[in-house]
């Protein structure tokens, strides 16, 4: 069986037109895990085709391709899907938009995976092999990944290490038990958390590092403290592979030192942290309340203290925010100094409470989910105008990596070594090239004053205009 596996372009990372150059790129676990999870006995022939790092060929010999979508890659993939299926080849459709999406996906694919994918995509493509497609395959209400000790590694040899900055990506958890109003995670998955074994988890790393020598690693878990009991045992593991690892956690972290310094002595190096707002009402628009009981500037310190970087990462566009979050929040990422900030706009994806409380509010302007991406306004905000939270979303970038900005910040961090000044100087190439990428074709001028349901009936309603993962 000839199988596709494909993870279409988005705005920030493509093979041609992109903002980031391939190499500054970590290869993605979608595609590689999904190569994995193919059942040996249907003897594939496999491609993998990640247009981040590769055009899509002009004839792609397949019987079945899959493709994986985020919201904002969605118009991609279906175009993608559409053409496949007039040719004849079968479609899967998967990943968080179809899981949100599902019947929108549907109109796109012969098939489509809602949910997580160990057990769903193995039988899509048996019931294929067998030719009794059905139209749509779930994740199991009991689904888990606890007693899933035999899951195959994914498949990271698949991919050309060298157009990619990494590929020692690793995954120990799914999802969080937050329920904040902007995220994706809780809308497609539920709270729960879903755990792999930590034998499983430590065999994978082991086999890499046999394979690779490589000992510097990231894991993409969203929430890696979530379960502190997890946690702890995760971290006193990975003190004996003596490996240096970047991850992601709540500032909930702070509450708990002793988990903390385990953190640090199992080798972490950097963590990204969801600081969303200096603005303290904010954090009750978002219902991420229990940011506020963390002092940021003394949770930034312990943590460079411990040696651990932080990226910390804020949202503008919250219903508190007004014309000066942007210049505050810049000062007090230099102030405190974070070692590697990110802005985003808020984006209210498909599916989440953010979105359905917008529409009904008569904010959301557009539909076009190319644009859902965390860097366009996509809605009208509370106290500004979109043209003032898309022009000061870009300057803080601007701001925050200027040269002077991004000397303060490593020097008041003590990082200023080349792993630092790189990331620094990666992010500094993006702030300044966002203009020529993150466009929006709808007046954003304040000019525009039109009532929010006005507005909303001139936003872009295109005809159509995230496989199983």
Not at 256 to 281: F, Y
Request: some cysteine.
């Amino acid at each position: 069986m000839k199988i596709a596996l494909i993870s279409p372009k988005g705005p920030l990372y493509r093979r041609s037109g992109g903002v980031f150059k391939k190499s500054l790129r970590y290869q993605p676990l979608t595609l590689t895990t999904l190569a994995a999870l193919i059942p040996a006995e249907l003897k594939p022939e496999l491609q993998l085709i990640d247009e981040g790092i590769a055009d899509m060929p002009d004839n792609l010999d397949a019987d079945l391709v899959g493709i994986t979508v985020i919201t904002g890659t969605a118009r991609r993939a279906y175009a993608l899907a559409d053409a496949l299926r007039q040719r004849g080849v079968t479609v899967a459709l998967g990943g968080p938009h179809v899981t949100l999406l599902p019947e929108e996906a549907s109109e796109h694919a012969d098939t489509i995976c809602v949910g997580y994918a160990e057990d769903a995509w193995p039988q899509l493509l048996r019931d294929f092999a067998a030719g009794r497609l059905e139209k749509i395959y779930r994740q199991s209400e009991d689904f888990s990944l606890a007693d899933k000790t035999d899951m195959p590694f994914a498949r990271r040899d698949l991919f050309d290490k060298r157009d990619f900055l990494t590929q020692a990506v690793f995954e120990a958890t799914r999802s969080c038990p937050h329920d904040c109003e902007f995220c994706v995670a809780p809308a497609a998955w539920g709270r729960k958390q879903y755990q792999k074994p930590l034998d499983w988890v430590m065999a994978d790393i082991r086999q890499f590092i046999a394979r690779t020598g490589q000992r510097r690693i990231l894991f993409v878990d969203l929430n890696l403290v979530a379960d502190k009991a997890y946690a702890r045992e995760l971290f006193t593991r990975l003190s004996e592979l003596k490996v240096q690892w970047f991850g992601l956690s709540t500032v909930l972290i702070g509450h708990d030192r002793d988990l903390l310094e385990l953190m640090a002595k199992s080798g972490c190096k950097g963590l990204l942290l969801g600081l969303e707002t200096v603005t303290p009402s904010s954090l009750r628009d978002a219902n991420k309340r229990f940011n506020s009981s963390i002092d940021y500037r003394a949770l930034i310190a312990d943590l460079h203290r411990l040696g651990i970087a932080v990226q910390g990462c804020f949202v503008f566009g919250l219903d508190h925010d007004t014309p000066d979050v942007f210049d505050a929040t810049v000062q007090f990422a230099i102030d405190a100094a974070v070692d590697l900030p990110r802005f985003a706009v808020l984006t209210p994806f498909p599916g989440t409470p953010l979105f359905h409380r917008l529409e009904r509010e008569g904010r959301i302007l557009t539909r076009d989910w190319e644009l859902y991406d965390a860097q366009h306004v996509v809605f009208q905000p509370s106290n500004m105008s979109a043209r003032q939270l898309a022009d000061g979303h870009e300057r803080a970038w601007k701001e925050v990596y200027r040269w002077r900005a991004i000397g303060q910040r490593l020097w008041r961090a003590g990082s200023l070594n080349a792993l630092g000044l790189g990331a620094n100087l990666g992010y500094r190439f993006y702030a300044r090239h966002l203009h020529r990428f993150y466009t929006c074709d709808w007046p954003l001028d304040s000019r525009w004053s039109l009532p929010w349901q006005a507005a909303r009936s001139l936003a872009i309603l295109p005809e159509h205009r995230s496989v199983c993962g």
